[in-house]
């Protein structure tokens, strides 16, 4: 059976919410159910996409533009593949299954999801797997893979799970973490774990700037690296990507000022 296939049928004026092109939503229906769907700003299905293909649970959104927002929000099952770009909030409250975008991603990636895989090929705005503005807590759960970079404040607000940035990413990464992790193996902007709490960011290289209230604690052979390592490694591509991580890491501990249960581990 052929995945479904949504093909955006010209340029996009305006910003659209895509978060009811989901598996679970078109789960069973025909395609004149579908193309009848409703869309915000008194739209529908049919006014913008061309349909085809028959499997829901694989959903396949062509010609995806920056101006599709919510894609894959709140998703439990299946899969969404973007061929393009999408905007913000890509992701955003994930309880499952699996979004691969092929282009970049907006703001807010991953933001607040609590389950599944979100993989963007390309790059990623500010608030990658953060709290929306007002929310106390981030991610809760669930993988976020960057091949690209990424923006500001990435994990911002964290609570559990693993972000994975192939690139650089921006200033606060981190920032105001509850736990979970990030590993970033390109180069990280200023202030990264600023108001951190628990968890622990992996850096390849040191960062532009820490927060003055983070302590050097030497230099460090960590078990929890070798686990992390090998969990990769049995998932297989695109995780094995990340591999080998390092096997001696530099630790600092902070934020101090709020408790200093958290690290920063860079490699030596």
């Known amino acids: 059976m052929s995945a479904r296939i949504l093909t955006l049928r010209n340029a996009l004026q305006t910003d659209v919410d895509a978060s009811a092109l989901i598996p679970e939503c078109l789960r069973g229906l025909t395609d004149a159910a579908i193309a009848s769907l409703p869309l915000p700003g008194k739209l529908r299905v049919a006014d913008l996409f061309d349909i085809g293909g028959e499997d829901s649970e694989h959903l396949v959104l062509r010609n995806a533009t920056m101006r599709l927002t919510h894609v894959g929000a709140r998703m439990k099952t299946g899969m969404v593949r973007v061929e393009g770009d999408c905007g913000p909030c890509t992701g955003m409250g994930m309880r499952g299954g699996q979004i691969l975008v092929t282009g970049s991603a907006g703001a807010y990636a ?17 608030f990658a797997g953060s709290a929306l503005p007002g929310n106390k807590q981030g991610m809760r ?6 091949h690209g970079n990424a923006g500001d404040r990435v994990g911002d607000r964290m609570r559990r799970g693993l972000i994975l940035v192939a690139g650089d990413a921006g200033d606060c990464c981190g920032a105001r973490m509850l736990a979970g992790t990030v590993v970033v193996k390109g180069k990280v902007g200023a202030l990264p774990g600023l108001a951190l709490k628990r968890g622990s960011l992996l850096l390849d290289f040191p960062p532009a700037a820490l927060p003055v209230t983070f302590q050097d604690s030497g230099e460090h052979q960590l078990l929890f690296l070798t686990l992390l390592e090998k969990d990769l490694r049995r998932r297989g591509e695109p995780f094995a990507r990340f591999v080998p991580l390092p096997t001696r890491v530099r630790r600092y501990c902070g934020d101090l ?8 581990l860079v490699r030596t």
């Open 257 to 264: 000022a709020t408790g200093a249960t958290g690290e920063i």
């Open 141 to 146: 759960g669930g993988i976020v893979i960057v």
């Open 110 to 126: 991953g933001c607040e999801m609590r389950a599944g895989i979100l993989e963007i090929e390309g790059n990623v705005g500010d």
